[in-house]
């Protein structure tokens, strides 16, 4: 309880703090929707040459795509911006700081940065599902919605988890600056429906990096495509994830000498 | 603030200049040895990219009966994974650099040495491009062996693209160093750079053989400097360009190289007296 009380306040702090920066929000606006404009341009030469890709017509893909963009928005609002300052702090030998807390380290150094205007992109992606669902006009049952939600919560939690373990790798290798380069890269896979890889790459983004099941799953939900043994599996999943994490993380931290402090 | 760059007797002046390009370039080749990990890292992000496209534009063409655009699966794959090649070659400082420059007042230092500092950028970068081909080597074999490209090269083919891609990197480098100016007057520049990356993505090659476009912006893209960067080279390995067409596309290079110099060089001189160091 007392670390739940202590991320909340660490994170309203976070809030506050880049709330000052009222400019950042317009720019940010502008840069989610140059990105939206992007991806539909992209999506508008794919459906030029063809009318479904692997199945999935092009209101349907604009779901999956509305769901990449809201999960890039947690990634780069709340994970991202922690586990750069921590890597960070590893090779300057300033982990001490947080180390030295009376709280669960992991806890502590996944709460402490926050990038409010980032999260821009989760009103963008919002809007992009909603026209997308006018458009399908399948209707969207409660249930739906509740697989749709539990879904995005998992795959919220395994892409924390996947950057939790390439992070941690800080504590072996000491330049870490194109982390983000490589997440941003690999998560690009998530915009198109996992069908479309072949095998061993199916297998690499679905299980090695879980993008399948933060982005694709919930979109099936919402297309009404999601049968329940999938979500059953993307939670039994996400709690082996976690567990490992966990275990890679307090293995990487056994490595770690201050440096500085 | 002088931004002219002190003038070397002239006996020693271009044994100078090719001594601090190698020097550079040494200097460079040592320190990313280093990084490896760091370099891999970069790597699997970059070929993620174009992996993804080519597995897209693969789909349709195996649901449109073997071909899209007159593009075999194999076609795609070639194009695909000489744009690998071609992107850790046309890889520049980015504009985001000149805002950490300018903004943390780290450009005060560079504006003492008597060098103008783009040229530490062109050759610091050229440098480490030796490196990052070297690691890249097991992941265009990887890629070969996994999606079977179709290739079909001459010899002057070769030696264009051997050309081309210096080319391309000059062009990007002088393209996105003037972007990168910009931050002499505004710091806040990521909206402005993300257009920039957006128009290069559409309009060079790098989303799509440009060949898949319509045909107007087919032919808007033949009088932009973008496509010489991505298709072009791409296109020199890849497509059956005749000779002529291959001269006219050097050309078109050096043309584009010289535009980039002259708006960097006229930007420069208004940008540098906007500089007031905030640091350092």
Known sequence: MQTLRVALLHLRVGVMTDLQYRVNFALQVLQSLLALATGLVVFSLVYAHTTELNGWSQNELLVVLGVQIVMGGVIRAVVQPNMMRFTEEVRDGKLDHALTKPVDAQMLVSVRQVEVWQAVDLLTGAGVIVVALIRLDGGVGPLDVLGFVTALAVG?????????????????????????????GVFQTGRWPIGIYPP????????????????????????????????????GFACVFFAFTRWFWRFGLSRYTGASA | MSTVPASLPEAGRVRSWVDFYLTSMRTQISSQFQYRAAA?????GMVAEPVIYLVVWTTIAEDSGGTVGGLTAGDLAAYYI?????????????????????????????????????????????????????????????????????????????????????????????????????????????????????VELLLSGRLVPMTLMPDWV????????????????????????????????????????LVGIAIFSLVWRHAVRHYTAVNN
């Open chain 1, 156 to 184: 919220a939690l395994l892409l924390y988890c996947f950057w939790m373990l390439l992070a941690t790798l800080a504590f072996w290798i000491v330049n870490m600056w194109h982390l983000p380069e490589l997440f941003e």
């Open chain 2, 218 to 257: 087919q032919t808007l893209a033949w009088f932009l400097p973008f496509q010489w960067t991505f298709f072009f080279p791409i296109e020199t390995l890849v497509g059956d360009y005749s000779n002529t067409e291959l001269l006219r596309g050097l050309g078109m290079q050096v043309f584009w190289i």
């Open chain 2, 40 to 44: 891999y890292m970069y790597l699997l």
């Open chain 1, 200 to 235: 061993w790459l199916r297998f690499s983004v679905t299980f090695l990096v879980p993008i399948a099941f933060a982005v694709t799953v919930p979109a099936e939900a919402l297309t009404s495509r999601l049968d329940w043994e999938t979500l059953v599996l993307a939670i």
């Open chain 2, 82 to 198: 000489v744009w690998t090649f071609v992107r850790n070659m046309n890889l520049v400082f980015t504009p985001f650099g000149w805002e950490w420059r300018i903004r943390d007042g780290e450009l005060s230092g560079w504006l003492l040495r008597p060098l103008h500092p783009i040229h530490y950028d062109i050759a610091g970068f050229a440098g480490s491009k030796i490196p990052w081909l070297l690691f890249y080597l097991p992941i265009a074999v990887v890629l070969t062996l996994v999606f079977d490209p179709t290739f079909d090269v001459r010899a002057a083919e070769i030696a264009v693209f051997a050309v081309a891609i210096w080319g391309a990197y000059l062009i990007r480098s002088f393209n996105q160093g003037a972007l990168g100016l910009v931050c002499f007057w505004t710091t806040r520049v990521s909206a402005l750079f993300s257009l920039y990356i957006m």
